[in-house]
């Protein structure tokens, strides 16, 4: 069994209680032999987040973010990577030997897998795309919405719908999809189901906020659907596509993905990816 000197690392956010991110990584830790590392939930106002980690000591190796912190993960960050400066949000700090700290935005990296997996096209990038670039909806305005665009660039899509309630979400956005060489077509919320002719619909919005689409959708041939929610689940629109015969991925499917880059970038060893998915399922079934 590896083992190693006390290391601690943690999710923050606000509210967090809820959060599944700790059963991931310890389940990680114990399948890695990791057993001086610990990971814990911090509920983490945006102000209280720079004092915060500036009290972190040296045993801290890593954190994870989520909302509302991702954009002041990104800002307190002394590096990061290209694809979350393009994005704007960052959801990883890791701790860098001069003390600073290096962020990353592993939801990038972890969308593009799951929409991979559930059959939309492969491609390394739009340079490497050869059939047509895929058409890509994105539902939502907010920082996992900045991730889906990049993610959408990533896939080698050209274009990116983005469906709002509010037109300067959608302009919020603009200088993003800029970053990411994407053009932006925006779209108001009343007109969300005729966006859905794409193949991939990428739904970032709260829970409840995309329900009603279920009723008023017509689902296409070959479209994937990623729901970011993951409670309640089916939520009515991944009820609705997978009546439809479609691929439908989740957010515990991201939650997973992204997790896996973040242990690994925290400890510098390879995820025991068949456990940590072990224990993130059984803790959904059990909520």
């Given at each position: 069994m590896?083992?190693?000197s006390?290391r601690?690392?943690a999710?923050?956010?606000?509210?967090?209680?809820?959060?599944?991110?700790?059963?991931i990584?310890?389940?990680?830790?114990?399948?890695?032999?990791?057993?001086?590392?610990?990971?814990?939930?911090i509920?983490?106002a945006?102000?209280?987040?720079?004092?915060?980690?500036?009290?972190?000591?040296p045993?801290?190796a890593?954190?994870?973010?989520?909302m509302?912190?991702?954009?002041a993960?990104?800002?307190?960050?002394?590096?990061?990577?290209?694809?979350?400066?393009?994005?704007g949000?960052?959801?990883?700090?890791?701790?860098?030997p001069?003390?600073?700290?290096?962020?990353?935005n592993?939801?990038?990296?972890?969308?593009?897998?799951?929409?991979?997996?559930?059959?939309?096209?492969?491609?390394t990038?739009?340079h490497?795309?050869k059939?047509?670039p895929?058409r890509?909806t994105?539902?939502?305005?907010?920082?996992t919405a900045?991730?889906?665009?990049?993610?959408a660039?990533?896939?080698?899509?050209?274009?990116?719908?983005?469906?709002?309630?509010?037109?300067?979400a959608?302009?919020?956005?603009?200088p993003?999809?800029?970053?990411l060489?994407?053009k932006?077509?925006?779209?108001?919320?009343a007109?969300?189901?005729?966006?859905f002719?794409?193949?991939?619909?990428?739904?970032?919005?709260?829970?409840?906020?995309?329900?009603?689409?279920?009723?008023?959708?017509?689902?296409?041939?070959?479209t994937?659907?990623?729901?970011?929610?993951y409670?309640p689940?089916?939520?009515?629109?991944?009820?609705?596509?997978?009546?439809a015969?479609?691929?439908?991925v989740?957010g515990?499917d991201?939650?997973l993905?992204?997790?896996?880059?973040?242990?690994?970038?925290f400890t510098?060893?390879?995820a025991?990816?068949?456990?940590?998915?072990?224990?993130?399922?059984?803790a959904?079934?059990?909520?």
């Amino acid at each position: 069994m590896q083992t190693t000197s006390s290391r601690r690392a943690a999710v923050l956010g606000k509210p967090i209680a809820h959060s599944l991110s700790p059963v991931i990584h310890r389940a990680g830790f114990a399948a890695a032999g990791l057993t001086g590392w610990s990971y814990e939930a911090i509920e983490c106002a945006e102000s209280e987040l720079p004092d915060l980690v500036a009290g972190f000591g040296p045993e801290w190796a890593g954190l994870s973010l989520t909302m509302p912190l991702k954009e002041a993960a990104l800002k307190l960050a002394t590096s990061a990577t290209p694809a979350a400066i393009a994005a704007g949000v960052a959801n990883t700090l890791v701790r860098q030997p001069d003390g600073g700290w290096h962020a990353d935005n592993t939801d990038i990296p972890g969308m593009v897998r799951v929409l991979r997996e559930a059959g939309l096209g492969v491609s390394t990038g739009r340079h490497a795309v050869k059939e047509a670039p895929p058409r890509v909806t994105v539902l939502g305005g907010g920082g996992t919405a900045r991730a889906a665009l990049a993610a959408a660039a990533e896939l080698g899509a050209e274009v990116v719908t983005v469906v709002t309630r509010r037109p300067e979400a959608r302009a919020e956005l603009e200088p993003v999809a800029g970053a990411l060489g994407l053009k932006l077509e925006g779209a108001d919320w009343a007109d969300a189901p005729a966006a859905f002719d794409a193949q991939a619909v990428i739904s970032t919005v709260p829970k409840g906020a995309a329900d009603h689409l279920a009723a008023d959708v017509t689902w296409h041939p070959g479209t994937v659907l990623f729901d970011a929610l993951y409670d309640p689940w089916p939520t009515p629109l991944a009820a609705s596509a997978t009546a439809a015969g479609l691929a439908v991925v989740s957010g515990l499917d991201l939650l997973l993905a992204q997790a896996l880059s973040q242990f690994e970038q925290f400890t510098g060893t390879q995820a025991p990816e068949d456990a940590m998915r072990t224990a993130l399922d059984e803790a959904a079934r059990n909520r």
